[in-house]
């Protein structure tokens, strides 16, 4: 897992990390209407798959889509860009370990 952002607290007996990962999902452009069909599943599938596993089989304590956002992104191929819809969820991860002096 590689995390865009975190934070890790002592509190009490435990250390608490909370990643924040992005998670993106493009579609190619061909026209509006097309790009905006492919992708309007994954508002809210997306968070719901998170939601019904949230421990991710029990690797984490706990996992939800906080916020997402939708936009363009263009790709040059050398010989020509690749114009693509996108939407970016992120995903907040918590995870409570023993809290171990010196870490």
């Known amino acids: 897992m590689e995390a865009d952002s975190g934070t890790r607290a002592n509190v009490g007996q435990l250390t608490v990390n909370t990643y924040r990962v992005r998670v993106s ?3 190619a452009f061909q026209d509006n209407v097309l790009a ?3 992708l309007e599943p994954w ?3 997306l968070p719901a798959a998170i939601d019904a596993d949230a421990t991710f089989a ?3 304590n706990s996992a939800q889509v906080t916020d997402w956002t939708a936009g363009f ?3 040059d191929s050398g010989d ?7 939407i970016e969820f992120i995903v907040q991860i918590l995870e409570k370990t023993p809290y171990k002096g010196g870490n």
């Open 43 to 45: 508002i809210n599938d």
């Open 25 to 27: 999902v493009l579609v």
């Open 58 to 60: 029990s690797a984490v």
């Open 73 to 75: 992104m263009t790709f």
């Open 36 to 38: 905006e069909d492919a």
């Open 80 to 86: 020509k860009e690749i114009k693509t819809r996108r």
